[in-house]
Nanobody
């Protein structure tokens, strides 16, 4: 499995970015996907996750710190998961990683991408 994250960059506070993560290697539609981030000098933290389209139940979850500002979505035709980030804050500065879940729920992860850097200036 390969996960290729892209879309990071430098943005001013209050701005927006959309991260993408293209997956290959196994049936994308069967697995949940997640986004995590790691700020300088800190550990990796959960940002958002989305279940597979076939999952019955609540399908998206967000960290409290990004709820209402970030939106996770997926496109099965493109084997891609997105993270739309609005109203960005300097504390959102981090390397963002995508991950592919162990199953359709997507709360445990088997594979990780290489990360894309997001820098939010004040």
């Amino acid at each position: 499995v390969q996960l290729q994250a892209s879309g990071g960059g430098l943005v001013q506070a209050g701005g927006s970015l959309r991260l993408s993560c293209a997956a290959s290697g196994r049936d994308f539609s069967r697995y949940g996907m997640g986004w995590f981030r790691q700020a300088p000098g800190k550990g990796r933290e959960f940002v958002a996750r989305i279940a597979a389209a076939t999952y019955i139940g609540k399908t998206t979850y967000y960290a409290d710190s990004v709820k209402g500002r970030f939106t996770i979505s997926r496109d099965a035709a493109k084997n891609t998961v997105y993270l739309q980030m609005n109203s960005l804050k300097p504390e959102d500065t981090a390397v963002y990683f995508c991950a592919q879940g162990h199953d359709s729920r997507g709360n445990e992860y088997d594979f990780w991408g290489q990360g894309t850097l997001v820098t939010v200036s004040s």
